[in-house]
């Protein structure tokens, strides 16, 4: 902008040039106007005198001789106070002669100096001019430019809109994809889960009726050593049907009994030996035992070097026995050595006596011999463990029955508790083991 301002300055100045060159050519004409001709001297005095007058006296000259320089107003000095010729001859005396030539002089003098200011104001306003043309030029270039500018502006605004919504509209497209992709992994995810669970069960069919079920691995593993287990595990080959199911022959109760077992290890509360037989078969051992325990009896296994035995007592309705106010429940049998012994239970605890031989027709007290042992171990058989008792060594006295035993509450029991589930192998129903070795006698 202080260019442009200077270059609105400037015609200021070329006013003022052109204002000299009038003026100049003004005091030209007047001093030309003064110059007398030699041969009409005289009759010319008094007009150069008058002319000199009447321009020095214009009003627009002195309004215009006001604002210039004082060189232009001594030039206009010097040209109009030029000294009138007194010669009557009408020709300049020697005197004037000089002091016209000096007047010449001076004017000439002005002139040569206004032309000297002239001439750099005028170069000055004609470079100025130039510079002015190449900014307006440069403006208008410049104006081009930035409108050019504003319209690729204006088009990366429109395409970078076009950018955005196609971006927005391929993210919700993207979106809807990710939620279909979620939708589906979700549903193969369950149907995996599903397989899974199918993999994990063992589908069976019955053959007698042909009822389809199933059962989940969870329950066949609670019995590990069962043929049932190894034929799920694919350990064990077996009859199966067209789509690959196992077929069961079974009787439909009793299979139901068998998984019953296996889910919760319940026994049945009664005697079934055709059950027992089809536990037996599918080696299910915990059942097989439990369904012992419901038929009565012992089981005497004597030392090969007959110096000691093994005894399973099997007691059965234990509680209806004991709350009937009879003789406490006993199995008794015949040890190594031709000795008796007993085993019963009470509602203390449990047993081993030393009895009068039963070999004889009228047995005495005098017939039974004492003995020592070297230890005795009596061991109750439940669902999942067994109590075990121990002893130092025994005595049992001559010619005199008697009984040596363990109390239930040692192990923290009581002969309720050893009755009923979860703890028995079946409702009411105890199994004891007695193991006993002889002291050598000296």
Known sequence: MPVIEQVAEKPCMSEKIVLDGHLTKMASEARLSRLPSFKKWGSRCSRKAHCSSSVTDSPDLKKSLESQPESVTASIAVQTDAPAFTSDTGYPTEAESKALGNSSSKLDTAESARAAETKPAASEVHEVAEQSGSLRTLIAVLATVQADARAEVEALRAKNAALQQQMSEKEKEHQKQVSGLLEDSKKHREECRRSEKERERFHYVLACNGQEGSVPRSVLASAPESLLYKMYSGDWDYARDD????????????????????????????????????????????????????????????????????????????????????????FVFRGPQERWWGVKITKKGVALGSLIPMNFFSPKVEDLKGIRLKFMNVRLLLRSEDLVWKSAPIDFPHGLESFVGFSWGIRGYGLEQLLSEPLARAPDSLVIEVEVHYEDQT
């Open 243 to 330: 789509q690959g199911r196992a077929l069961i022959t079974c009787h439909p109760q009793r299979w139901a009994a068998v998984l019953e077992h296996l889910a919760t290890g319940a026994v049945p509360a009664e005697r079934d030996p055709l059950l027992l037989a089809q536990a037996r078969h599918w080696n299910l051992q915990r059942l097989v035992e439990g369904l012992e325990a419901l038929d009565p009896g012992v089981t005497v296994t004597n030392d090969a070097d007959l110096r000691g035995f093994k005894v399973r007592c099997t007691f059965v309705s234990v509680m209806e026995k004991l709350s009937g106010g009879k003789e406490d429940p006993r």
